[in-house]
């Protein structure tokens, strides 16, 4: 009888462990969602969004995901200030997005690596794998920003659109000053 309570106090207390590591690491990720998510709970709670545009067989996409977007500093920050999309830019499933649907006509399934780009990723411009694109609390695209990004040149633009420091700079000047004097803040 014992060591029947000794091992369910054991059980107990290992359950709860685990519990709470699981609960830690899922503090740790972004609250990734899909664009018609994202509009959705912006109709709710205004945020301005923050997308991944990734393809399955992108290397920089990979290491976006791997060094940036598991930084705990971007994380804290994306899931505090925005909401954040991932998109594959070359899948085909439809998306309902400003009351248009987009899709990939030329998806190819029997296609390994590279396929078609979605329709969506050609209204938004994306000529590159990641581009990392802001939107503003009304959905309407700030800017699309290509290639890899470390945890502290991503900080520079996460903290940019969310203080709407861009809207003050209208010149190449203004933009070089905003960079040289912008002070990094994140770990990594």
Not at 166 to 178: A, L
């Amino acid at each position: 009888m014992y060591n029947l309570n000794k091992m369910k106090k054991t059980f107990l207390i290992l359950a709860l462990v685990i519990t709470t590591i699981s609960a830690q690491s899922q503090k740790k990720k972004i609250n990734w969602m899909s664009l018609e998510e994202a509009v959705a709970a912006q109709a709710v709670s205004p945020k301005k969004i923050i997308m991944d545009v990734y393809t399955s067989w992108c290397g920089p996409c990979k290491m976006l995901d791997k060094n940036t977007f598991q930084n705990p500093d971007v994380v804290q920050y994306v899931n505090e200030n925005y909401y954040a999309v991932k998109f594959n830019a070359e899948s085909n499933k439809p998306i309902n997005f400003k009351d248009q649907v987009f899709g990939n006509p030329n998806y190819d399934p029997g296609r390994s690596g590279r396929n078609a780009q979605h329709e969506l990723a050609g209204a938004l411009k994306i000529t590159a794998y990641p581009t990392i694109v802001f939107f503003n609390e009304n959905g309407d695209t700030l800017l699309p920003v290509p290639g890899y990004k470390t945890p502290n040149q991503l900080e520079l633009y996460l903290k940019l659109f969310y203080n709407d420091d861009h809207q003050s700079i209208n010149t190449q000047e203004q933009w070089d000053e905003y960079q040289k004097d912008f002070v990094s803040q994140f770990k990594g």
